[in-house]
């Protein structure tokens, strides 16, 4: 078992910025890809950013392209979102998923997820 632990949210304005992290303890010694998805109310939850585990490559969905910038320290058993140019749309729980792999360019679901970390973005 890997347990996932995102911090890092809270309120900006717009054209800010924020990163959020996320600390993993349990089995971590497992090589894992992962990757950050977000929920906003009344909306399925989406992929944003993923990464393999040796941290080569990234990969984020189009609307978050070159705003955002996901990465990882395996040495820490962490990884980060960091968030610029945040848009109000960007408002959702940001949540670390774990234990996914790629296939090409889609990354699979693994099966650790965090227990979400806020992110508001006033206009």
């Known amino acids: 078992q890997v347990q996932l632990v995102e911090s890092g949210g809270g309120l900006v304005q717009a054209g800010g910025s924020l990163r959020l992290s996320c600390a993993a303890s349990?089995?971590?010694?497992?090589?894992?890809?992962m990757a950050w998805f977000r929920q906003a109310p009344g909306k399925v939850r989406e992929f944003v950013a993923g990464?393999?585990?040796?941290?080569?490559?990234?990969h984020y969905s189009a609307s978050v392209e070159g705003r955002f910038t996901i990465s990882r320290d395996n040495a820490k058993n962490s990884g980060y979102l960091q968030m610029n140019s945040l848009k109000p749309e960007d408002t959702a729980a940001y949540y670390c998923?774990?234990?996914?792999?790629?296939?090409?360019?889609?990354?699979?679901?693994?099966?650790?997820w965090g227990q979400g970390t806020q992110v508001t973005v006033a206009s």
């Open positions: 349990g089995r971590t010694n497992s090589s894992y890809a």
């Open positions: 998923n774990a234990g996914g792999y790629y296939s090409g360019s889609y990354y699979y679901r693994g099966d650790y």
């Open positions: 990464i393999n585990w040796p941290g080569t490559s990234t």
